[in-house]
């Protein structure tokens, strides 16, 4: 760490990992509910359970993207960030904000919440991962507002690269097209169509800047390969994800009342999605093996490598799946629909963010080079068993998926929607012991922080 | 990468291609909010239509449902019950009065509101007026 401003990335990735633990128990509450029906019921009922699992997530995803922004861009600008006071005031807003919001939705009935923030003035609430009340909404553009003003300040201050750039144009595409939860129109097609503008432009759009930027970083520290070679990269890969993604949006509007010539424009585009995915796979790959040094951190090496093809399967493969139009017609809105959000969430965006904690973490702990190398094999043993578990869960949604796709879709005579939900429950149920075995990973994960020592430099 | 193939060119294709496709989707937008007027019925979105919409958010319904194949799924798609039920109101108002507030036991169980009869029927007339919107005949049968 060569900024003493770098260290206040320390907090949002101790948040975030705070996040990630209720993010997996909730989970598993839902996972559980999914096979016996009253579990917690009436206390927690499962839409509870769901916003808490989708929120936290996005939160601590949020809270990861922000801490590397504050660890990577005063490094890349070669100063100390702007301010580093105004980071940890907009931390514990932040974390205020969402605390608030999760004990919320345990305690307060979600109608009464509603009315008592106000939600009759600006409806922005019960809409499928923005839940959040309208006030929230508003503290977190504010947030988000802070966050751009002291980064963009350092960038603008500073060398810029193309790493920072990039980053910087992602997050602000991030704050924008928050800005299109603000709008509720009572017309649902409407509703739907620009919902998407912030779900989609997301996550198959700005997120994926965000994603390359921090990889590109990583690959720089951890192999020494030339600046140039992993820049240009960088900028292919992110080409490569906004030219399929930006029109990849209208596989979204195959069946919400738009009009027809989305299913032509949308399978077109969103099957070619994969391609960026496929290059970061091999942009990670070249470059570890074309490495100038042998960095001592080879946790980070591994993570890296891992979002690389993580997210290659999860958000390429089992997005292509069910992307083209007329198979779409039939997995619309069923397991398999829920199989590519696990994985393709968890090797994208998960994994780049235990990628930059993983990196950063130990460096800013004081460490010269990596933790310990019994620190990092038991780190190795949580990547191992998170990425496998998360490989299985996938798997066992997917057969859900195509028994519900058979049953209640496709054969002669269908079956209803709950008729199908109990002759499938066997996948449900490896999917809750496989979860289980996911949360194993996550506490070894959090053990890998309390091992002690050091690695030196290289 | 070979040496023609510089990082400014890379560049340019980032900042080229990103803006070109995104006015792209501009475009079709402006197209596909021309011709939602015969899709969506909006002639037919009453008060009671919007109320309905408003309840729907506010019980935070997406978070079990689907509603055209979107949301959660936990609990039967939507957006045709008003068929499924047999093309009524009073059905599907009936059924969520009757949810029992501490649910079936070992089953899934939609949560009691206690919504008032001009609410539900609300609810109940946005999911009839969604389930008149034209898209492109999803769901492919009546059990969604």
Not at chain 1, 418 to 444: C, H, P
Not at chain 2, 18 to 28: D, I
Not at chain 2, 50 to 61: M, T
Request: glycine share 8%; hydrophobic share 50%; aromatic share 14%.
């Amino acid at each position: 760490m060569q900024y003493q401003s770098q260290s206040v990335a320390k907090l949002y990735f101790i948040a975030a990992i705070a996040l990630f633990v209720a993010q997996i128990l909730f989970g598993l509450i839902m996972g559980l509910q999914y096979v016996m029906g009253d579990f917690l019921f009436p206390e927690i009922p499962f839409n509870v359970a769901r916003m808490v699992h989708t929120n936290a997530l996005i939160v601590w995803l949020l809270m990861g993207f922000m801490g590397a922004a504050y660890y990577m861009v005063p490094e890349e600008a070669e100063r100390e960030l702007h301010s580093p006071k105004l980071a940890i005031a907009l931390f514990w807003i932040f974390l205020a904000a969402a605390g608030a919001t999760v004990l919320a939705y345990l305690t307060i009935n979600y109608a009464d919440l509603a009315r008592l923030t106000g939600n009759d003035l600006l409806p922005t609430m019960g809409r499928e991962f923005l839940e959040q009340p309208t006030i929230i909404k508003i503290g977190i553009v504010v947030v988000a507002l802070g966050f751009l003003f002291n980064i963009g300040m350092t960038i603008l201050k500073g060398r810029k690269t193309t790493i920072n750039l990039v980053m910087l144009v992602g997050l602000v595409g991030l704050a924008v097209f928050f800005l299109f939860s603000f709008y509720n129109p009572t017309n649902l097609v409407q509703d739907k169509y620009f919902w998407w503008w912030t779900v989609h432009l997301w996550v198959e759009g700005v997120w994926e800047l965000i994603l390359g930027s921090m990889l590109a970083y990583v690959l720089i520290k951890t192999t020494g390969v030339d600046r140039e070679v992993i820049e240009k990269w960088l900028y292919v890969i992110i080409a490569m994800a906004l030219i399929t993604g930006i029109l990849g949006t209208g596989h979204h509007f195959y069946w919400i009342g738009t009009p027809e010539y989305w299913q032509i424009v949308g399978s077109v585009f969103s099957a070619m999605e994969p391609i960026p995915f496929f290059m970061m796979t091999l942009f990670a790959f070249n470059m570890v093996n074309a490495r100038r040094r042998e960095h001592p951190n080879k946790a980070a090496v591994l993570w890296a490598l891992g979002t690389g093809v993580m997210a290659f399967l999860g958000a390429g493969v089992w997005g292509f799946l069910h992307t083209l139009s007329p198979v779409n017609y039939y997995t619309h809105g069923s397991q398999i629909t829920a199989a590519h959000g696990h994985m393709a969430f968890y090797g994208a965006y998960v994994m780049i963010v235990l990628t930059m904690i993983s990196y950063a973490m130990p460096l800013m702990r004081g460490r010269a080079g990596a933790n310990s190398n019994k620190a990092q094999v038991v780190e190795m043993w949580s990547f191992w068993l998170m990425t496998v578990s998360m490989v299985f869960i996938t798997l066992f949604l997917t057969g859900a998926g195509i028994l519900q796709v058979w049953l209640q879709r496709y054969s002669d005579s269908p079956l209803p929607f709950m008729e199908v939900q109990e002759k499938i429950a066997i996948f449900y149920w490896m999917r809750e012991y496989t979860g289980l075995v996911f949360l194993a990973g996550l506490v070894l994960y959090i053990i890998s922080f309390f091992v002690k020592g050091e690695e030196k430099a290289a | 990468m070979s040496g023609a193939f510089t990082k400014s060119t890379a560049r340019n294709i980032f900042y080229g291609g990103s803006v070109f496709f995104f006015l792209l989707l501009v475009v079709l937008t402006f197209d596909t909010m021309k011709s939602l007027p015969k899709r969506d019925h909006r002639e037919n979105i009453t008060p009671q239509v919007v109320l309905g919409k408003k309840l729907w958010e506010d019980h935070n319904c997406i978070g079990c449902h689907t509603l055209m194949g979107e949301g959660a799924y936990f609990a039967p798609e939507l957006a045709n019950v008003y068929d499924r039920f047999g093309q009524s109101t009073e059905a599907i108002v009936a059924f969520i009065q009757s949810r029992p507030a501490e649910g079936v036991p070992g089953r899934r169980s939609m949560p009691q509101f206690n919504m008032s009869t001009e609410e539900l029927e609300a609810v109940a007339a946005f999911l009839k007026w969604t389930s008149e919107i034209d898209d492109a005949n999803w769901p492919p049968n009546i059990q969604g």
